[in-house]
């Protein structure tokens, strides 16, 4: 579990969202058995999806963020229902790069920078909100920054973190989002981007402060008021009952094939590896009903 933060300048115009998606990014780097720079990338995104889903407002909200940049890790994509709580996968999970530094990860290499950022919340409504922006430099805060920029008009500052030991276990993971509203005083810019930059990388600050003190930092001199704090985690909703969908929309000549082959088949959750048998039986009863 994560802890989630969410804080409050004592004049209503800076609000922060900070998490700790320590034990996410592990328990996505054990199901999609990540490279480091894998890991970094799908933690940087999940951290992002977390927070920026927690703001939905409908229980059963959702929101899917996806990356495509064109680089060798391939499309991140991560969901998150409206707690923060989150699931993801990429497309090429085994891929490394040389660091752009020792010890820095090349997670803009790795993400590419020749695409797009797109975010589309299913708010129970006919139609999902889909927005999208390019990508500026596929490190992906900057990126969300921008999307929130462009298509929200939001102004924020984005800070995602995602620290793997040599041996490819996950050290700290987390991030924050501060976003200005409406009417706030460009003087609190100033002191703000004084804050951030004083305060270091995440991976920093989260070992140091813990999630709630990475808030407080931030919001240093606004006087901050903590909100709301929740749990959050690496969360699948996969059932058997959604696989079938998955099958069926497959359609009846390819489903058809496959049962008369006889040897039933195998399906795999894409963001958690579970696996679902379905007997020749089970698939003669799906045909039926189709
Ligand atoms: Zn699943």
């Known amino acids: 579990m994560g802890e989630m933060i969410r804080a409050m300048s004592r004049d209503g115009f800076i609000r922060i969202c900070s998490v700790d998606t320590t034990d996410i990014v592990r328990r996505a780097a054990e199901i999609h058995k990540t490279s480091a720079l894998a890991s970094a990338a799908l933690g940087r995104a999940l951290t ?44 090429n999970p085994f891929v490394e790069l040389p660091e752009k530094r020792p010890g820095k990860l090349n997670v803009g290499a790795g993400v590419g920078v020749d695409g797009s950022l797109t975010v589309i919340k299913d708010l129970g409504l006919k139609e999902p909100y889909v927005g999208s922006c390019p990508l500026v430099s596929g490190e992906i805060a900057e990126d969300v920054t921008q999307y929130l920029a462009t298509s929200e008009q939001i102004p924020s500052a984005v800070a995602l973190g995602v620290l793997v030991d040599k041996d490819l276990s996950i050290t700290t993971a987390g991030g924050y989002i501060v976003e200005l509203l409406p009417g706030a005083d460009d003087s609190l ?81 894409q963001f958690c590896d579970a696996v679902y048998h379905f007997t020749p039986e089970e698939l003669k009863k799906l045909l039926k009903a189709l």
């Open 48 to 91: 992002a999806a977390s927070i920026l889903g927690s703001g939905l407002k409908g229980e059963n909200d959702s929101l899917t963020m996806q990356i495509r940049g064109g680089g060798p890790l391939g499309t991140i994509t991560a969901v998150s229902d409206s707690a923060g709580n989150v699931r993801g996968y990429l497309q």
């Open 189 to 269: 810019i100033d002191r703000l981007e004084e804050n951030i930059n004083s305060a270091g990388p995440v991976t920093e600050l989260l070992p140091a402060y813990g999630v709630e003190g990475m808030a407080k930092k931030i919001l240093d001199g606004f006087d901050p008021e903590i909100v709301g704090k929740t749990k959050v985690e690496y969360h699948c909703f996969c059932s058997k009952k959604r696989v079938e969908k998955a099958l069926i929309s497959m359609g009846r000549k390819d489903l058809q094939e496959i049962a008369d082959e006889g040897k039933g088949v195998e399906m795999t959750c």
